[in-house]
């Protein structure tokens, strides 16, 4: 199965700060159509994941562009650009490309 | 507006048998893939299942085959997971959430709990 490599594993971080968390897989996520399967969640707490990037950088409607993502085959980012509160929770990547579907182990932001 | 909500959850004793339930609403639920996914205590998610629109393909985690069966129904917007022979280690958060062909993985219910112990 992919393994999924989500780093770090908590961050603290001022508001109007930038955050960044690292997926690594260990093989490519490109799919046979070229896209490249890797999603980015926000869990907040007491509510249901959320979709924030599908394919790598393609943000959900509706999700602010403080968020992007960014990266290729095996190693990609997900960058905050200004951080605010409500923006607290448990991110995780997860991969689409090959069955088992696998997830990073998530990061844990606060705020300072 | 989209909304899955997981039933079901409970205690139940090793060896035993389990059903969980999610009803969809605010989407055509008969087109869509869906998946049953579960976050193991103190550990990250684990993918559990997934089920083609009309029922015709079923997918397991290698560890699950034979003991967990996903299945759907659609007349009545509703996905199933039955766990089977149940361990402690199938302790676990199990979330019912829909695939999006273009999106992934785009929408989550909230979850229901399952405690095996004896």
Not at chain 1, 23 to 31: A, D, H, I, Q, R
Not at chain 2, 60 to 78: E, P, Q, W
Request: proline share 4%; charged share 20%.
């Amino acid at each position: 199965e992919i393994v999924m490599t989500q780093t770090p594993t908590s961050l603290s971080v001022i508001p109007g700060q930038a955050a960044s968390i690292s997926c690594k897989s260990t093989e490519s996520l490109v799919n046979r159509d070229g896209a490249t399967n890797i999603y980015w969640y926000l869990e907040r707490p007491g509510q249901s994941p959320q979709l924030l990037i599908y394919d790598g950088f393609s943000r959900i409607p509706d999700v602010p562009d403080r968020f992007s993502g960014s990266g290729s085959k095996t190693d990609f980012t997900l960058q905050i650009s200004r951080v605010e509160a409500g923006d607290v929770g448990l991110y995780f990547c997860m991969q689409g490309v090959k069955l088992p579907w696998t997830f990073g182990q998530g990061t844990r932001l606060e705020i300072k | 507006e989209v909304h899955l909500v997981e039933s079901g959850g409970d205690l139940v004793q090793p060896g035993g048998s389990l059903i969980l339930s999610c009803e969809a609403s605010g989407f055509t639920f008969g087109a869509y893939w869906m998946t049953w996914v579960r976050r193991l205590p103190g550990k990250g998610l684990e993918w559990v299942a997934n089920i083609k629109p009309d029922g015709g393909e079923e997918n397991y985690l290698d560890s699950m085959k034979g003991r967990f069966i996903i299945s759907r129904d659609n007349a009545h917007n509703s996905l199933f997971l039955q766990l089977n022979n149940v361990r402690e280690e199938d302790t676990a958060i199990y979330y019912c959430a829909r695939v999006d062909l273009g999106r992934g993985v785009d929408i989550w219910g909230l979850g229901t709990h399952v405690t095996v112990s004896s």
